[in-house]
């Protein structure tokens, strides 16, 4: 049963620099867009996947942490593909194949994963800052952050980058209680940690390696 963490973000918000202080051996980023890291150094990175390809390279469990970057383009790209197809199953299928990439983190990856998916947001009709989907046929079939247990919100000021980690009644994010502040800095890596210590993820990893060395 692995971990979902929802990153919601403005374009320019912080999100993938975030990422920063991981080294490459610690995670595998799933890069949507096809777009370079916006500082130096080198992750383990996939360019432009899909659906398909992330759950296929997840289910080999060669890492711990995940990252899909720009994930609401997992939608929006099935979208513009399937652009000339009419009626309310294709909205269906979009929702279905985003929430299913989600249910496959939960059911099908180890206790101690945890997979970021790093997501643009918007703004809805009552003035709140949510995750961004394609529109309100969309919305009445899938609710984003519903999905989640973490949402963290990465915002800017224009001096510094920080996570938003609880609601204030404008936005959607949200943690569990004393897992954070309710600012902190947008490192990832220290937020990883953090999620990890919480849910004592390493007694769990010990654990296994002590079962599988007495095996």
């Not at 997979?115 to 969309?138: P, Q, R």
């Not at 404008?170 to 947008?186: L, R």
Request: contains cysteine.
């Amino acid at each position: 049963m692995g971990i979902p963490v929802l990153i919601l973000g403005e374009s320019g918000s912080g999100k993938s620099c975030s990422l920063r202080n991981f080294k490459k051996d610690e995670l595998a980023i799933y890069n949507v867009a096809g777009k370079p890291l916006p500082f130096k150094g080198e992750l383990n990175m996939a360019d432009n996947v899909t659906y398909k390809q992330i759950q296929q390279n997840m289910a080999k469990g060669n890492f711990k942490t995940y990252v899909i970057d720009d994930s609401q383009y997992l939608m929006a790209f099935e979208s513009f593909d399937r652009a000339k197809e009419t009626g309310w199953g294709k909205n269906i299928d979009l929702a279905s194949n985003f929430k299913n990439l989600i249910q496959f983190v939960i059911k099908n990856t180890p206790k101690d994963t945890i997979v970021y998916f790093l997501h643009h947001t918007e703004i809805s009709d009552s003035g709140a800052i949510k995750a961004k989907t394609l529109g309100k046929m969309l919305d009445a079939q899938l609710t984003v952050e519903g999905l989640f247990s973490i949402v963290l919100l990465c915002k800017t000021d224009g001096q510094e980058h920080y996570f938003e980690t609880q609601s204030d009644g404008y936005t959607t994010c949200k943690s569990p209680m004393g897992m954070f502040e309710a600012k902190i800095d947008n490192d990832l890596k220290v937020v990883d940690t953090t999620i990890r210590e919480y849910y004592e993820l390493n007694k769990f990893k010990e654990k296994g390696a002590k079962e599988n060395a007495k095996a």
